[in-house]
């Protein structure tokens, strides 16, 4: 039977103290590969690489049997025409440092398109150009869906700038709110991603859409994770398959359209920490027995 990469991603919380132990509890609940958002550690300061912190995070990562697979920081924003050298920068850096830690691939988020030609403009072109130098440093990029915006637009723009060294992530959690919220179907939708997908986010919710994501989404970050949590309050990221997303599904269809990448759980794995290990064996046995 064939060996499938199950990976889940590194609290933002975790502090450089802290990297190793959280990096040793994964190994033994039996994951393969760690997704690292960049903003975790401060390897980027002012759009510059800072290779103090980079080689001290290097170092941990290697001493574990993981395979990685990066995050880009919060905040990047490549339609922001006022501040466009900077986030280009910081852009451009996250690609340096996902080559000096030896890893594969570095996941951005799609956004929400606007109704402005040179803001889209702009995030086009400074995809392209990161796709291609992303490219001589052997790192792929992939582009993510989220909830806020219908799935197809993000499959689009990777269709668009149709470069290969640019795929697509489908996060299966953001995908059943967009489709409930804005009424699209589900399953079409992963059956008509799937051949684009270089990665893959799993994760559940209750499927009920937070408003405040859209209408305030300076208060939406403040919300407790735990309240939202109990009332199921949007993109809460809790372990797959405990919550109402159809996964099951969705992970046979992207196993029969032959996905060879990083079966990555996105979920807020340091609230579940007793359960983390049969997050992952369940994960592993539905993508097995698809
Ligand atoms: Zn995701």
């Not at 149709?162 to 489709?179: I, Q, R, V």
């Not at 270089?198 to 994501?213: A, K, V």
Request: proline share 3%.
């Amino acid at each position: 039977m064939k060996d499938y990469i199950i990976g889940v991603n590194l609290p933002d919380s975790t502090g450089l103290l802290q990297l190793e132990e959280v990096l040793g509890r994964f190994v033994n609940d039996g994951f393969n590969a760690c997704e690292i958002n960049l903003s975790t550690f401060p390897m980027i300061i002012g759009g510059e690489v800072k290779p103090r912190v980079v080689d001290y995070v290097r170092e941990i990562l290697g001493r574990f049997p993981l395979r990685y697979t990066s995050h880009a920081g919060y905040g990047l924003d490549l339609r922001n025409l006022e501040e466009l050298d900077m986030h280009r920068a910081v852009l451009f850096s996250s690609v340096d440092v996902c080559e000096a830690l030896g890893i594969e691939l570095l996941n951005l988020h799609y956004e929400v398109k606007t109704l402005y030609n040179e803001r889209e403009k702009a995030f086009f072109e400074a995809h392209l150009e990161a796709a291609e130098y992303a490219q001589q440093l052997g790192v792929k990029l992939s582009i993510e869906n989220i909830e806020v915006e219908h799935a197809d637009k993000a499959a689009d723009f990777v269709r668009a700038v149709n470069h290969p060294n640019m795929g697509m992530t489908l996060d299966l959690g953001h995908l059943y709110l967009s489709a409930l919220h804005f009424g699209y179907d589900f399953m079409e939708t992963v059956r008509s991603c799937a051949p684009l997908l270089s990665h893959l986010h799993i994760n559940d919710n209750t499927g009920d859409f937070e408003m405040m994501r859209i209408d305030n989404f300076d208060i939406y970050k403040t919300m407790d994770r735990n309240y939202r949590f109990a009332f199921g309050r949007g993109d809460i990221h809790i372990p797959p398959f405990w919550g109402k997303a159809p996964l099951g599904e969705a992970l046979s269809v992207i196993k029969k359209a032959g996905y060879q990448g990083v079966w990555l759980c996105e979920y807020y794995s340091h609230s579940f920490i007793p359960f983390n290990r049969e997050v992952q064996e369940r994960v592993r046995r539905e993508i097995e027995n698809a």
